[in-house]
């Protein structure tokens, strides 16, 4: 893991939500071995305080504070807890989300409701809740884990997809309105599939047994541009050249592009394990699955993507090609 120093004379606070597993767990790790000072927040309270002692032994001061983000008040409980913590908050990274896959009508609408809840009003909580405080301040790094999700529409995950739409728009709108406030910065992170527990944790109604695709990545990589950001904040960043390809392939090709993840997905469904339908982690915590990674992929290996990521620059440029003939 990369690390960049901090010295004892600019310790930061930086929030983390859905610190618990995966992706959140990652970033609260490169930020303690950062020697910032930490307040990680989750449902799952058991778990946050095994990840408070593993970045306590990397140097960092840490406060956990138990966050269903989806429920704005709890929200404004935390943004409390961590401004008392030491003085302000300096970094928030809106990171909690969850993951429903099913086609739209099968799927419970409560289910598909939380989604939206958590992944896109979580989001927005976060941001009314923290932003007096950076207002206050004269600054403040607000940071959000959107995913490739926010450009290429996941099918069988309409309520998912819903959300990390809504969160560009959000994020649009919340960075033209702030244009005045030079120091306080609203930063999007893109990346591609993570190699997370996220999928083991999943509300599942299409009757098969889910996986990620072929080309997942090491949620270390995350977390180290995202650390990156808070140092030298920027409008965006596409993390990962799976991403980007994808970014790019929905702008110029939106409509073969989405039959394509169409098909895919209707393909491995066809062939998968055939098991029951479950909530997951929609409406409460796990038992599960708190790792940084899911096992579903190579973690430190990022060359191994570089077949996958050939053939679909391949697919790219072959439907460019045909567009342009026709």
Known sequence: MEQHKNTAHNTRTIVVTGASS?????????????????????????????????????????????????????????????????????VWVNNAGVLAMGSFDETPMEVSEQVIRTNLLGYMHSAHAVMPYFKNQGHGILINNISIGGFLPVPFGAGYSAAKF?????????????????????????????????MQHAANYTGKALKPGPLVYDP????????????????????????????????????????????????????????????????????????VHGGWGMPGKPKAHRKYIAIAAGLLLSALLIKRKW
Request: some cysteine.
């Open 22 to 90: 995966g992706a959140g767990r990652a970033i609260a790790l490169a930020f303690a071995a950062n020697h910032d000072r930490l307040v990680i927040s989750s449902r799952n309270l058991v778990a946050l305080e095994e990840l408070a002692s593993e970045c306590e032994s990397l140097g960092a001061e840490v406060k956990c504070v138990a966050c269903d983000t989806s429920d704005y008040h709890q929200v404004i409980n935390l943004a409390a807890q961590a401004a008392d913590f030491r003085d302000g908050i300096d």
């Open 220 to 291: 270390n990589r995350l977390a180290n541009e995202i650390l990156k950001l808070s140092l030298n904040p920027r409008p965006e960043k596409m993390i990962g050249s799976f991403s980007t390809l994808m970014r790019l392939s929905r702008a110029l090709l939106p409509t073969l592009t989405t039959t394509i993840a169409g098909s895919l997905i209707r393909s491995y469904l066809t062939h998968a394990k055939t098991i029951g339908p479950t909530n997951g982690n929609i409406f409460s915590p796990v038992a599960y699955g708190n790792s």
């Open 166 to 198: 809504g969160l560009r728009g959000f994020s649009a709108s919340l960075k033209s309105e702030l244009r005045a406030y030079k120091n306080i910065h609203i930063c999007d992170a893109f990346p591609g599939f993570l190699d997370t527990p996220g």
